[in-house]
């Protein structure tokens, strides 16, 4: 059964023509059956499907052929392998001989031998699936097999990463694959000029973060402007580069495989992405000073209510007439009443909603945001509607220029363009429906290649911080005195260095990774499997690089994680848990907690919460009621993110809609 789309189906591109799907308004009845089917979880079970099994064996079949061939004769059958991958498509057959060349080549170039299991792996990303692989099978090389395939038979693969870091990293060290399969690579980071940004989009496979390519898809788009769906802006590429065509980036959304892609189609979709230019001056510095100043002079609880469950500002009437009296004499800006409470509301969250190193951090000078869910600056991004210019009021910073709206899309709308779509990561199966429901994406899991033998210790419980921080450093002290190497993970950039403090108090080494650090972030993980070595991480920090263990710490019992708080999603704690005891090796994880540290929203939960810190929580009811009222507290937040991600796709289609009824198309 072919659960993605119909690869076969594929042509290969015409050099110039810009490839895209037509995003379908799904009615009724369609929607119904996604969430219906999405019930019985598509997807499960091929990756251990006796078709999998079989085109497993094909492909090994081949290798074996392959392996007594030297490289002239092998270069010979690569020129075979595209041909017939051009002339009849991505037939079963085809794709079975081309990845046991790809198996081949790997081999030779880099000294890797796709295992089985990635073998499964890429026949899955082929066929429009998510596969969701455990952490440290090697998704990076399992990609080669797909994408070096789909290059091969002509169409441009976009190979998308979380950060430039990885981007750079896997476009090198798997280049030498693609360069003796006859095909050009191209690698695209934040910052590189639009003529590099051309040049890379023209190579058959192209890696580069989700962020870069959607951006330059909004740049597209408004070089093309109402011209996307017009005669005369499809044929002009035909006539080399005629028109506006010369002044577009990409070449076209064909097939994408999305590395993480939990992280880039769940986490990332609650904000869409906006290209924005400058407004001119409606929110001018002498104006957001005094809302600041005006907001500081209301009281919480009479003037406003802060609503921590969908973390908003609450205007009383009381507040409303305050602010009115407040700004009687502050100038013409004030006089619209829409215009001075929207204001103040955003001076009030500026205030009591964002703080410093939790979701921003300040860097040369500059406020930039944390993505909350992955631990890492979101570069280039800022929050909308004065905002941003706010909160840098607020720390003293210079003030940037309030930015209007020149082109916005949603990762959702986005990546349902792509002809073909496919994904892999370690985390998938908690977001399988909403994959299914949103991208048409079934999940399929692929067995580990060795056994995982992680031993999972029970949780602690603490009824104060300054407990949790001091077990935790105990803890830590005590595993690399015996050899091991300990990694921990906390939820904010002022969590990671509360703990920094302790470890520095108590005279124990440590390496400190947050959002402040993210340009040494692959060094520093790199190192966190070395004897003796304790990494501190926020949120999954790292993520997409491989903790290779020193023997020594293979043989004392390899890396010991630690989750010292739940994170807003439960896949986030099983990723954390996941950096260790990967492809067979020994490792450990465990979970120290506290209660006090989680801002619960819900009346119940944090009930829960006090009867357990009253009690004695290390054990018993109390410790049975901290860990319930904590999951409450993740479940209510994955469901908040849910929520606005299913408000960003909406809002999105609005938008889309209102844009096509007046005529101007997207």
């Known amino acids: 059964m072919l659960l993605g789309p119909d690869v076969t189906s594929l042509e290969p591109s015409i050099t110039g023509l810009r490839a895209e799907r037509e995003v379908e308004r799904s009615g009724f009845l369609e929607r119904a059956y996604r969430v219906f089917t999405g019930l019985f979880n598509p997807g499960f079970g091929e990756g251990t499907s006796p078709e999998a099994r079989r085109f497993t064996k094909r492909v090994s079949g081949y290798a074996d052929a392959l392996s007594v061939l030297d490289d002239e004769a092998l270069q010979a059958r690569v020129s075979d392998t595209r041909f017939n991958l051009r002339k009849h498509g991505l037939k079963s057959k085809w794709v079975a001989q081309a990845f046991a060349l790809i198996r081949e080549i790997a081999e030779r170039e880099l000294g890797q031998r796709h295992y089985d299991t990635q073998v499964v792996g890429g026949w899955l990303l082929l066929r429009g699936l998510v596969a969701e692989m455990p952490t440290g099978e090697g998704k990076t090389l399992t990609a080669t097999l797909t994408a070096g395939t789909a290059a091969m038979a002509g169409l441009p693969v976009h190979v998308l990463t979380v950060n430039d870091y990885l981007t750079a990293r896997d476009a090198h060290e798997m280049g030498p694959v693609y360069r003796a399969l006859g095909l050009s690579v191209g690698v695209i980071v934040h910052g590189a000029e639009s003529d590099e940004r051309q040049r890379a989009y023209t190579r058959d496979v192209v890696y580069c973060t989700s962020k870069e390519v959607v951006f330059d898809y909004l740049r597209d788009r408004i070089v093309l402007s109402n011209r996307r769906q017009s005669l005369r802006q499809k044929v002009e590429p035909l006539f080399g580069t005629a028109g506006c065509h010369k002044h577009l980036l990409t070449q076209g959304l064909h097939f994408a495989i999305v590395d993480e892609a939990d992280s880039v189609l769940i ?25 600041l100043e005006i907001a500081g002079k209301l009281s919480q609880g009479v003037d406003f209510k802060l609503n921590e469950a969908d973390r908003r500002i609450e205007l009383q009437q009381e507040g409303i007439d305050d602010i009115k009296k407040l700004s009687r004499d502050s100038g013409p800006l004030w006089s619209g009443k829409i215009r001075r409470e929207e204001v103040i509301s955003q001076a009030l969250s500026a205030m009591h909603l964002f703080h410093l190193d939790k979701q921003y951090l300040i860097r040369d000078g500059k406020v930039e945001i944390i993505d909350q869910l992955s631990g890492r600056v979101a570069e280039g991004r800022s929050w909308e509607r004065g905002l941003h210019q706010l909160i840098e009021l607020k720390e003293g910073c210079e003030m940037s220029q309030q930015q209007s709206t020149l082109a916005r899309i949603s990762y959702q709308s986005f990546f349902q363009r792509y002809l073909h779509l496919s994904g892999m990561t370690g985390t998938a199966h908690e977001v399988r429906r909403e994959l299914w429901q949103v991208y048409h994406l079934p999940v399929a899991s692929v067995s580990p290649n060795r056994p995982c033998i992680r031993k999972t210790e029970s949780t602690k419980v603490v009824a104060d911080t300054d407990t949790k921080w001091r077990l935790i450093a105990e803890r830590a002290k005590t595993l690399v005195e015996a050899g091991r190497a300990v990694l921990i993970g906390t939820s904010s950039v002022a969590a990671s260095e509360a703990l920094a403090a302790w470890f520095k108090k108590a005279g124990i080494g440590f390496n400190l990774l947050n959002a402040k650090q993210d340009r040494e972030e692959a060094e520093i993980i790199a190192q966190a499997g070395q004897p003796s070595r304790i990494t501190i991480a926020t949120s999954m920090a790292g993520r997409g690089t491989d903790i290779k263990l020193a023997e020594e710490v293979k043989e004392a019992g390899g890396l010991h994680v630690i989750l010292s708080e739940r994170f ?9 848990a996941g950096r260790c005891a990967r492809q067979g090796d020994p490792g450990s994880f465990e979970a120290i907690l506290c209660p006090r540290d989680t801002q619960f929203t819900d009346k119940f939960s944090r009930w829960l919460a006090s009867i357990a810190i009253m009690s004695v929580v290390k054990r018993g009811i109390g410790k049975a009621a901290a860990l319930a009222a904590l999951r409450m507290e993740q479940k209510r937040r994955e469901r908040k993110s849910y929520r606005e991600r299913t408000a960003t796709r909406k809002y999105d289609q609005q938008q889309e809609d209102l844009l096509s009824i007046s005529g101007r198309g997207e």
Do not use: H, K, N
């Open 267 to 291: 986490d990332e979709a609650r904000t869409p992405l906006i290209i924005s230019g400058p407004e001119g001056g409606q929110y001018e510095r002498q104006f957001l000073q005094q809302a």
């Open 568 to 576: 807003d999603a439960a896949r986030v704690d099983r990723q954390l």
